[in-house]
């Protein structure tokens, strides 16, 4: 049963913060942001937007933060 529920938690947390990540793009449609990376001000590849339409930042601006964050993880 507490297995269940941390499941659930877990489930709720990843949708909530979905959520979050749908709304901000919301606004970014809004304010004709939508498509380009928030680092770069590139337009972000359709294949990557049609993966992940919540995507805030290109495959290369993506790809330097997780560097970063692993450089500074270890």
């Known amino acids: 049963m507490e ?3 941390l499941l659930e938690q877990r489930v709720r947390d990843r949708e909530r913060k979905l959520l979050k990540k749908i709304n901000s793009s ?3 449609i809004e304010a ?3 498509g380009f990376c928030q680092e770069t001000g590139d337009p972000i590849g359709l294949p990557r937007l049609l993966a992940r339409p919540t995507a805030e930042l290109s495959i290369e601006a993506q790809e330097k933060h997780e ?3 692993k450089l500074y993880a270890d």
Request: overall charge negative.
């Open 67 to 69: 560097r970063l964050e």
């Open 3 to 5: 297995e269940e529920n």
């Open 32 to 34: 004709g942001e939508y």
């Open 26 to 28: 919301l606004v970014r």
